[in-house]
């Protein structure tokens, strides 16, 4: 996961995605620049986090924990305002001809936190590495539209092989030559993986990591690793994201029932994070300090494609009967109160094309009681289920009482041994997942970059996200599928590219490389002490917006 977006080919409403502001604001992020002094106003924010997965590297961050700090401290060429639309931020101008050859030119006079002059050369070194596979970047995948990916990308890269699409003009332009015409290319660059790192990275990558130096809004002052970050406001930062408080501290919880306590006393300011326990009661408890609206949020569980009960046409067969043993209107009803619904395709319906309901072999995402065993059937005849069935997932998030709910769906549908397997922490769930350690099924799930369907479907199950060079978790792949992906960047418009994007979708469905569960709304709240809090459409708070 990582959080960003923008919007060309999808529009400039970010394919109708709805902000929500919660309080009268005297500064929407929309236009302005820092402060002289970079200082901010008022008091910290306190807010909810967690350990971030690996060390604060821009293109190494694909998880919200760690995607909620690295927006705060470095800035990418574009940023999102609150509704989705996309603003310049670093970028002076995106210009293309073609939709094909970009040339990009950055403001100048910006620097990096440390005092550092921030120039075109940041951005290509950044894109560089991030791409190349001899330093095992979680976004690598991201850079695979830019000429020159094939190569850099290959098992037996030197760190030495750079894009050949990516060209330094002078210190405020480069140019970036895509494989193929995609419209919406600019609209992706908002997101964390195409910020610029400062030349001091690359001398110590896993120092730069613990203390990283940005050029966003904010900066690092400590990391208290499984306790807390601690951001300041940057003073060297000129532009639309300026602080207008006097920090944020990201507080990691074991469990979201204490945090959700230490916001209605005012112990924390803001959470997106609201307890299972309290759904039915937080929006009384809270008044109009409570959030609950559509989300870009898609929640799954994933089966790697070598698990031997899930290989061949018996696992697919399991895959599909598991699906339809799953009652997803009954769990969302009983559990969630309004704040999910049932997912019929892999995209959040706030996304433009997401939502979709008539995505060939979609029908398996509906609880099919006699359908699941009549399939569950069938792979047995094949070859015999050995089990039993598990699914993971991080304790220190509200997931307890939905894992336990699905598992006891399949385990009375389909009359087999299904049992939750609970990890403390999330930093210990995603070790073992990054490592392809992890046995039986596992929580997986979306919130989105920016706003396109591809965002949803290239990073998690494109052959060129598996094998950890990207999110694809489950190592999925399959030819067919990443040529439609291909077809659909191509596309020149977006009705067009969903309509590839959308046949690429009915692959999933029979393939099933992860379940499909619901959307999740944006939902949390905050406390009295604070206000200009607005939480954006990616369904991430604007930290820098809010006022102590």
Known sequence: MAITRRSMMLGSAAGGAAAL?????????????????GGGSGEPILANGTEPENPLIPTNTSEVGGGRVITSVFSGLVYYTADGKVENEVAESIESEDNQTWTITIREGLKFSDGTELT?????DAWNFGA???????SQSFFEPIEGFAEVAADDATEDLTLSGLKVVDDTTFTVKLVSTQADFSSRLGYSAYS?????????????????????PYMVDSWTHDSEIVLVPNPEYDGPRAAQNAGVTFVVYAKDETLYNDMLSGNVDVSDIIPTGALSTFEDELGDRAVNAPGAVFQSFTIHQEDPDFTGE???????AISYAIDRKAICDSLFYGTRSPATDFVAPVIDGGGATDIPGA????????KAKEL???????EPFKGPFTLAYNADSPHKDWVEAVCNSIKNTLGIEASPNPFPAFGEFREQITARTMEGAFRSGWQADYPSVFNFLGPIYSSAAADGKGSNDGDYKNPEFDDLLKEGLAAPDIDAANEKFHAAEAILMEDLPAIPLWYQNTFGGYSDLVSNVEYGWDTVPLYYAITK
């Open 376 to 382: 569950w059937d069938k792979a047995e005849e094949m």
């Open 314 to 320: 018996a696992g697919k067969l399991r895959r599909q």
């Open 21 to 37: 502001t919660l309080a009268a604001c005297s500064s929407d992020g929309d236009s302005g620049s820092g402060s002289s002094d």
């Open 196 to 216: 610029p790192m400062p030349p001091s990275a690359f001398d110590d990558i896993d120092a730069f990591g613990e203390a990283p130096i940005g050029n966003g």
């Open 363 to 370: 029908e398996v995402l509906t609880f099919d009681e006699a």
């Open 132 to 138: 190349n596979t001899a330093n095992a970047q979680k």
């Open 120 to 124: 075109a050369q940041n951005f290509v």
